[in-house]
């Protein structure tokens, strides 16, 4: 158990307005990441970060932005949620070591927007 | 640019059966590989990895060899069992100092039936 925890677990919105994921993480971890899980995309990257308040774009990161003041809690905020954004986000954190990445996932947050 | 390429889904099994999910990568460099898998409802769990040619990653019964000759990383089992339906990943990593990010496939999804 990597002691990550996902917050909401489910949440329902409509179209235009804002919503927060939180992702926190009891290990210390520097390496913290945000994906959405779609049918027939896989897993796609929106947003990660490095550090407090060092963080980069993903792939897919349009229409999403991040924060992380605290090493435990890496943010992520739908500034006015749409229909496409519709998805199951995942939180992950990275334990690298020397064979490269290895990533630790969170229970997800099952997003509907109507 | 780098790529994961997974046999597509959904594979259906009865238990017992021999498994095996083909995954083949294009990448500069020397990847590491890495099989995820996800139950439902769940995250994924890092299943097994390998960091060079011709090595051999094993788990729970699960094997993948990693062969450079032909980029792949196939995924076998021997026997599978109906608690082995989940959705497997394929993926790689590089090592690029802070671009730590995961290369994925799609995922495979597997049912088997007792």
């Known amino acids: 158990d990597a002691g990550i925890t996902q917050s909401p677990r489910h949440k329902v919105t409509e179209t235009g307005t804002p919503v927060t994921l939180r992702c926190h993480q009891t290990?210390?971890?520097?390496?913290m990441y945000w994906y959405r899980q779609d049918p027939g995309h896989g897993l796609r990257l929106i947003h990660y970060?490095?550090?407090?308040?060092?963080?980069d774009k993903g792939e897919v990161s349009d229409g999403y932005s991040v924060s992380r003041s605290k090493t435990e809690d890496f943010l992520l905020t739908l500034e006015s949620a749409t229909s496409s954004q519709t998805s199951v986000y995942f939180c992950a954190i990275s334990e690298s070591d020397s064979s490269g990445e290895k990533l630790f996932f969170g229970s997800g947050t099952q997003l509907s927007v109507l | 640019g780098d790529s994961v390429t997974q046999m597509e889904g959904p594979v259906t099994l009865s238990e017992e059966a021999f498994l095996t999910i083909n995954c083949t990568y294009t990448a500069t460099g020397y990847p590491s590989l890495f099989w995820y898998v996800q139950y439902p409802g769940e995250g994924l769990q890092l299943l097994l990895k390998a960091t060079k040619a011709d090595d051999k990653g094993s788990n729970k019964g699960f094997e993948a060899t990693y062969r450079k000759e032909t980029t792949s990383f196939h995924l076998e089992k021997g026997s599978v069992q109906v608690s082995d339906s989940a959705v497997y990943f394929c993926a790689l990593t590089l090592n690029a100092g802070n671009n730590r990010k995961l290369i994925w496939g799609l995922g495979t999804s597997l049912a088997v039936n007792p």
């Open positions: 290990e210390n971890h520097r390496y």
């Open positions: 970060s490095y550090g407090v308040k060092d963080t």
